[in-house]
């Protein structure tokens, strides 16, 4: 049952892709958070399936946390899963990413038309300075700012090095940053054909004021808050990470 949902998902995925990003192409003379607003009914179409035929529903904690203005939104990544929920969890918003995910067919496409930041990772102090003007003018134009700043997905369980990007982007612009926890990967895991059906917890945590700290102060309370409070919340993918080792 779970291949056949699996299957389900992925001939949606196929099916609704390609129209949507006629649509999205459509949509380039109209302002950003319209054309957003309009690209997004992709990712809750996608959700639905996801709900209703592979069974992966969610719930969310913290909401309360989220501010009225715009954030710089840090969190874990696991799949796919959370690009698509956070943008019913959140405002509107765009995402850092590698500039090579626009020139994929059809998905690239539309993902182009909904003002991302998109960088190249190996030009070092460039793509700071990139990161930090069109980071600005997102800002200014209501967007929120996603970034993965363990920088690639990472199995729920594990943990992977926080990267200064978002905490500088934060520290730079005195943006509020808002770290998420969650385990989507528990059930869509990385780099696996089958979705697994069961609830995907997301925590929002209370904003971090970023005047007046340097980005590293910002990087290790991101990394801090996360971190615990993945073990808080799922303690039982952390036991064989955290048991002595024995001696030889």
Known sequence: MILV???LLALAMLLFTPPFALIALCTFP??????????????YTMLWVVK????????????????????IILSKHQSAWETMAFQQIFPPQCYV?????????????????????????????????QL????????????????FPEGTR??????????????WLGSHTQA?????AHNAGEFWRRNAFLKYPGEITVSIGPPIDTAGLTPGEVNERVESWIED??????PHHYTHAEQPQQPA
Not at 52 to 71: D, F, L, M, S, T
């Open 176 to 180: 509020p940053v808002l770290p998420v």
């Open 154 to 167: 990472i199995a729920v369980g594990e943990k992977g090095k926080y990267q200064i990007g978002g905490a």
């Open 132 to 147: 930090l003007k069109q980071g600005k003018e997102r800002l200014a134009q209501g967007f929120c700012i996603v970034i």
């Open 30 to 43: 109209l302002p950003r958070l319209t054309r957003y607003r309009i690209i997004a009914l992709w990712a």
């Open 52 to 71: 209703h035929v592979c069974g992966i529903k969610y719930r969310v904690q913290g909401a309360e946390n989220i501010p009225a203005q715009p954030v």
């Open 97 to 129: 990413l590698k500039r090579e995910l626009l020139l994929v067919p059809f998905f690239g496409w539309g993902l182009a038309l909904t003002s991302p930041i998109a960088i190249d990772r190996s030009a070092g102090k460039a793509a700071l300075k």
């Open 5 to 7: 949902r699996s299957l």
């Open 229 to 234: 409070e993945m073990r808080r919340l799922f």
